[in-house]
């Protein structure tokens, strides 16, 4: 008897985590313009401590042990025929291929500066590009950081950490950062920021030049009136998120180019389709990106398949999470009321990485 078909489109962490708990069950397909799993989280020590970063956020799909059973696809999704149930893919070796399924995730993710880049690419660019920004960093006398998101705030913390001899300047528009948590979680970052000598400068809103998706050098001019602020490396990371869409039905997308999603992560008004991640209108925080929605997700594609009910997840109405990212003294939590949890390197290597990671989500890593 021929096994369900899952293609799953966009193998970043979301479609990677589902496609993870469905193979055993069911044919799975996934697509990925790149070689491996390169997550959009942690810029900060992306940028800052590769190596390091790239322990946890960065996989060949042939070292994840639950992808074993799963088809992965090298390519770029050009477009998809809900009518005959197939999308199409450019392959890396200029092959068209369509691929039939019975359910379809739609994962493709945004595009967000030099980190989120939608395009085709190799391993060997993928490394290149991740090498490339360290060193433009590293090489900086001062670095300025644009932006008040978790991204923006965790860069210039670990940027000043690293490198204590450069300056380091954060700015944003608001009164305070981190306008997505909860308020005190900018309360508690603020004095971490200012005791790692970084610069903080509320009410500065930039002019955002054409191109952000790459490290600038040119002065930042200000809407808000400030005089130009010159820095040896600028990185914008002000949350300007684009969806990757392009190749998904018109009829599936919002106003904003956003795939429409039930809390149920179901398309609503198509058969077999589902949507999760950045990419997915759930709520207005995305929030199915985060919150162990991938597994919601498989829990309702067997349920689909199987003629069960779904069930929907309840977003919250804060981020809550890491800012700073994992150090070498552990790992610091905010929850979404604003506590802070400090988990010691310990527990977080054998408990958190070791076993609830390594072993819970991925079902092993091949290191």
Same mark, same amino acid.
Do not use: C
């Given at each position: 008897?021929?096994?369900?078909? %899952? %293609? ?12 993870? !708990?469905? *193979? ?19 810029? =900060? ?25 799963? !088809? ?24 068209? #291929? ?13 595009? /967000? =500066?030099?980190?989120? !880049? ?27 950081? +644009? ?64 191109? +952000? ?6 002065? #930042? ?22 969806? /990757? ?15 429409? *999603? ?7 008004? %198509?058969?077999? %389709?589902?949507?999760?991640?950045? #990419? ?19 829990? /309702?594609?067997? *349920? ?31 929850? *979404? ?17 070791? !076993? ?12």
């Amino acid at each position: 008897m021929t096994r369900p078909r %899952v %293609v799953i489109a966009g193998l970043g962490e979301t479609g990677v985590l589902t496609a993870v !708990r469905l *193979a055993k069950r069911y044919d799975v397909v996934g697509i990925s313009t790149k070689p491996a799993l390169v997550s959009g989280q942690e810029l =900060g020590l992306r940028l800052t401590r590769p190596d390091w970063w790239a322990r946890d956020y960065h996989h060949s799909f042939a070292a994840l042990r639950g992808l074993d059973r799963a !088809r992965v696809l090298h390519g770029t999704l050009t477009g998809a025929d809900l009518a005959s149930k197939t999308v199409s893919v450019a392959m890396a070796d200029g092959t068209i #291929v369509d691929e039939p399924y019975d359910v379809l995730v739609i994962s493709t993710g945004v595009s /967000n =500066g030099f980190w989120r !880049r939608p395009g085709l690419e190799s391993a060997e660019e993928v490394a290149a590009t991740i090498d490339g920004t360290h060193r433009q960093l590293a090489r900086a006398r001062s670095i300025a950081v +644009i932006g008040g998101g978790a991204a923006a705030v965790g860069t210039a913390w670990n940027a000043a950490r690293v490198w204590p001899d450069k300056r380091v300047d954060l700015f944003f528009p608001g009164e305070g950062a981190l306008p997505e948590h909860h308020r005190r979680v900018w309360a508690r970052v603020r004095g971490e920021l200012e005791a790692a000598g970084v610069g903080i400068h509320p009410g500065h809103r930039a002019v955002v030049p054409a191109e +952000i998706d790459r490290i600038t050098t040119e002065p #930042v001019p200000w809407s808000t009136g400030q005089d130009p602020v010159h820095a040896d490396a600028v990185l914008w990371a002000i949350g300007r998120t684009s969806p /990757n869409t392009d190749w998904v039905p018109a009829e599936l997308l919002d106003e904003h180019g956003y795939v429409r *999603a039930g809390l149920d992560l179901k398309v609503p008004g %198509v058969d077999d %389709v589902f949507a999760i991640g950045d #990419v997915a209108a759930t709520d207005p925080l995305r929030s199915s990106a985060r919150n162990f929605t991938f597994k919601l997700l498989a829990r /309702n594609i067997r *349920a689909h398949l199987e003629g069960g009910p779904l069930k929907t997840f309840t977003p919250p109405r804060r981020r809550w999470g890491s800012v700073t990212g994992y150090q070498d003294d552990g790992l610091v939590v905010f929850t *979404a009321r604003g506590q802070r949890l400090r988990i010691p390197r310990l527990p977080v290597d054998r408990m958190v990485r070791a !076993r609830v990671v390594d072993r819970g989500y991925y079902r092993g890593i091949r290191r």
